[in-house]
């Protein structure tokens, strides 16, 4: 009986040596030979610490949200690329709550480092993906390191690898969409895939993208930017009811490369991991900011700005619906410049 049970014993211990030596093995495969891919990405291309980007110390942060900044750049010939997208994800590590804020282009901010007051998107215009993240951070109090960024052919792109989105596209938008999808054509190339009637359906690249830049109609920025968000909710709600190993490595593999960012590839890989291991109590909200009833059409020098009717009211807002916190107190950076904004616009 003795030897019985000793028997067991030595089977189970050897079963953990294989086990440990197998798992030391992957990863020494997955450091040195790196498979994946892991160690292809660039480092970033400017100083991404949280003193460079203007996160102010003061201010607390929950560590289980990350955030990161979606940025859609309009690019062409002879001209300076402008971000006509700004959208931070927040994703909770533990629970999977994913947000999507989006920026109005038109918001009147401080841009450092000079304490220039302009339109948000000339951030971008003025120093790229760091003054944009300097911007946000300095304005919103928030903890942006990150960023992601795509142009028109690649949001293209984003969407078709998922498989289209479906949306629920209303009858009067039909006309402004197809405008919208004949001027890629002229600029890309291609097919001109235009919609010939309302109500649910699938979308590819070029639909969604025409779908996701009209402005005409409706209540013009403020319904273009729920376009946005819907189309991307579309697509990220497809990636979790399809997400797994293989679906995984394709995306990391045929996708990403695609995107433009400064996160690094482990980090890559830990968040989809996160994502797939939360898929079942994912739940998706979006916001915008201004949110509503807190921002006010303003001109100055004949130019339109968009002017929060208080920056530190949508700051607490945003907290609130970011981070949980009910009674958040801005900074005094927020407090000043709310009060410059108020005066100048």
Not at 39 to 50: I, R
Not at 269 to 282: A, E, G, I, P, R
Not at 308 to 333: A, C, F, K, R, W
Request: hydrophobic letters at 40%; glycine letters at 6%.
């Amino acid at each position: 009986m003795k030897k019985k049970k000793k028997s067991i014993l030595t089977k189970i211990l050897k079963f953990f040596v294989i086990l440990c030596i197998l798992v030391v093995a992957g990863f020494a495969v997955l450091v040195f030979m790196d498979p994946l891919g892991l160690n292809e990405m660039k480092e970033s291309p400017f100083d991404n610490s949280p003193e460079n980007l203007l996160i102010n110390p003061d201010v607390s942060f929950d560590e289980n949200i990350f955030n990161i900044a979606l940025i859609g750049v309009d690019r062409r010939e002879d001209e300076p690329a402008r971000s006509d997208v700004i959208i931070i994800l927040s994703y909770d590590r533990e629970t999977g709550r994913t947000m999507l804020t989006s920026i109005m282009r038109d918001l009147a901010v401080n841009i450092p480092p000079d304490n220039r007051y302009d339109k948000i998107n000339a951030a971008y215009a003025f120093g790229g993906e760091e003054r944009l993240l300097q911007t946000l951070n300095k304005n919103l109090d928030m903890n942006i390191q990150y960023y992601a960024t795509v142009d028109f052919a690649i949001m293209e792109q984003l969407v078709d690898a998922v498989g289209g989105v479906e949306i629920n596209i209303k009858p009067e938008e039909i006309e402004h969409i197809n405008l919208c999808i004949r001027e890629q054509t002229n600029l890309l190339g291609g097919e001109l895939p235009y919609l010939e009637k309302g109500g649910p359906q699938l979308l590819n690249g070029r639909q969604a993208l025409g779908y996701s830049r009209v402005r005409s109609i409706g209540h013009g920025d403020w319904e273009r930017t729920m376009r946005q968000r819907q189309v991307l909710s579309q697509a990220v709600y497809k990636l979790k009811d399809t997400i797994g190993l293989r679906t995984g490595y394709k995306l990391y593999r045929e996708v990403l490369p695609m995107v433009q960012t400064n996160m690094e590839s482990r980090k890559i890989v830990s968040l989809m991991y996160s994502f797939y291991k939360n898929k079942d109590t994912f739940i998706l909200e979006d916001f915008r900011v201004p949110f509503d009833n807190y921002g006010d059409n303003s001109m100055r020098g004949g130019v339109y700005y968009l002017k929060p009717t208080n920056l530190t009211d949508n700051v607490i807002i945003m907290h609130q619906m970011i981070y949980g916190i009910d009674d958040y107190e801005p900074s005094d950076t927020v407090k000043k410049i709310s009060e410059q904004i108020r005066r100048r616009f």
